[in-house]
């Protein structure tokens, strides 16, 4: 049985730690993110938690059920991140247009982070804000409901994709990063006509976009279908 977390107005009454901390759900999030930063996922254990926190590691499960726990945490937070001062304007495809972006930004801001939480479901506030937020402006809009879910899914799941893929690349060593994305220059732009007319033909374009995230671009064709589908039931 995992241990209870003990609640939050108890846990405030806790001594501060040697250094005078005061330990918080947020400020242990803030600093796992900072770990997970510096020395990736396999450097983000409750003992060395523990030490960058000066406090015991046991401390943390009063806070969290476990490491896994914690997981959740930080990808709720990158979801707070992401939607800190976002307002819907009432034009629905703007508005999911500002969200995607916001998600996938804050998620490749911290790849170490991203590659440990774009697969997870938190049902933690963030999260559900989140996706009370999207669904809000996709019925707002007026899409029936079996196709606002169809959108929904479609939308959050391409976003958590592009999210995870671009933070995978952030976090190859910056030596593996460049040589891949030299590759475009260095192998695709030197095919022969003759033998790969395609990629030869689209070479100079490809060593330009294809070193860059394809979401924005995936995004927009994203809404187009959105677009056209919620055309089509107007037009019933």
């Given at each position: 049985?995992?241990?209870?977390?003990?609640?939050?107005?108890?846990?405030?009454?806790?001594?501060?730690?040697?250094?005078?901390?005061?330990?918080?759900?947020?400020?242990?999030?803030?600093?796992?993110?900072?770990?997970?930063?510096?020395?990736?996922?396999?450097?983000?254990?409750?003992?060395?938690?523990?030490?960058?926190?000066?406090?015991?590691?046991?401390?943390?499960?009063?806070?969290?059920?476990?490491?896994?726990?914690?997981?959740?945490?930080?990808g709720d937070a990158l979801i707070g991140q992401a939607l800190r001062g976002w307002e819907p304007t009432g034009q629905w495809r703007a508005d999911l247009r500002?969200?995607?972006?916001?998600?996938?930004?804050?998620?490749?801001?911290?790849?170490?982070?991203?590659?440990?939480?774009?697969?997870?479901?938190t049902g933690r506030p963030n999260e559900l804000a989140a996706d009370e937020a999207v669904l809000d402006v996709l019925r707002t809009a007026g899409f029936p409901?079996?196709?606002?879910?169809?959108?929904?899914?479609?939308?959050?799941?391409?976003?958590?994709?592009?999210?995870?893929?671009?933070?995978?690349?952030?976090?190859?060593?910056?030596?593996?990063?460049?040589?891949?994305?030299?590759?475009?220059?260095?192998?695709?732009?030197?095919?022969?006509?003759?033998?790969?007319?395609?990629?030869?033909?689209?070479?100079?374009?490809?060593?330009?976009?294809?070193?860059?995230?394809?979401?924005?671009?995936?995004?927009?064709?994203?809404?187009?279908?959105?677009?056209?589908?919620?055309?089509?039931?107007?037009?019933?």
């Open positions: 049985m995992p241990k209870a977390v003990v609640p939050e107005e108890k846990r405030r009454r806790r001594r501060p730690t040697k250094s005078g901390t005061v330990l918080s759900e947020a400020l242990i999030v803030e600093t796992a993110l900072r770990m997970l930063r510096e020395h990736g996922s396999t450097g983000l254990t409750a003992r060395r938690l523990g030490l960058a926190l000066d406090a015991d590691p046991s401390t943390l499960y009063r806070y969290f059920r476990g490491m896994d726990d914690l997981t959740l945490a930080i500002a969200v995607g972006l916001r998600i996938h930004a804050a998620y490749v801001a911290h790849p170490q982070a991203a590659l440990l939480t774009t697969n997870r479901v409901l079996p196709d606002t879910v169809r959108v929904y899914h479609a939308f959050i799941d391409q976003t958590l994709a592009f999210a995870a893929l671009d933070a995978a690349s952030l976090a190859l060593p910056s030596a593996a990063l460049h040589a891949d994305e030299d590759m475009w220059r260095s192998t695709y732009a030197r095919l022969p006509r003759a033998t790969h007319p395609r990629i030869a033909e689209a070479a100079p374009l490809l060593a330009t976009r294809m070193v860059e995230s394809a979401y924005p671009t995936a995004l927009e064709m994203l809404l187009d279908s959105a677009e056209g589908l919620l055309g089509s039931v107007s037009g019933r």
